[in-house]
């Protein structure tokens, strides 16, 4: 890796934390509902949208529903969503009470199981 692709790396992680909370903001306009965060939380680059449905649980949302909320973000340029391949975040952010509320609700589904 070069050393200009390093510090252009180091200037980006510093930029995110430090407009952490207007990324969040910005981001809680397209993510207005819990489970758009989780759908957030989960574009990974990895996760199709049967996955993501999958993980939130089918009873909470449908796939149509994430496959809207997806066509959105990619309108809106926050993600790349090429066909039959997994979305992927183009800003490289999830806000740490997203994370805490995707885990809290995937505990409360194995609480439920169980």
Same mark, same amino acid.
């Given at each position: 890796?070069?050393?200009?692709?390093?510090?252009?790396?180091?200037?980006?992680?510093?930029?995110?934390?430090?407009y952490? @909370?207007?990324? %969040?903001?910005?981001?809680?306009?397209?993510?207005?509902?819990? %489970?758009?965060?989780m759908?957030? $939380?989960? #574009? @990974?680059?990895?996760?199709? +949208?049967?996955? #993501?449905? @999958?993980?939130?649980?089918? @009873?909470?949302?449908?796939? /149509?529903?994430?496959? $809207?909320?997806?066509?959105?973000?990619? %309108?809106?340029?926050? #993600?790349?969503? +090429?066909? /039959?391949? +997994? +979305?992927?975040r183009? #800003?490289?952010? &999830?806000?740490?009470?997203?994370?805490?509320?995707?885990?809290?609700? &995937?505990?409360?589904?194995?609480?439920?199981?169980?």
């Open positions: 890796m070069s050393e200009e692709l390093k510090e252009l790396q180091k200037i980006t992680r510093t930029l995110t934390l430090a952490a @909370d207007s990324l %969040e903001k910005s981001l809680g306009k397209y993510a207005s509902t819990d %489970e758009r965060k759908i957030w $939380v989960l #574009i @990974d680059g990895i996760n199709m +949208p049967k996955d #993501i449905m @999958d993980r939130i649980g089918k @009873d909470r949302i449908k796939e /149509r529903a994430i496959r $809207v909320f997806l066509e959105t973000l990619e %309108e809106a340029k926050l #993600i790349e969503n +090429p066909k /039959r391949k +997994p +979305p992927e183009l #800003i490289d952010f &999830v806000p740490a009470s997203w994370i805490a509320l995707f885990e809290r609700e &995937v505990e409360a589904e194995g609480d439920k199981a169980t």
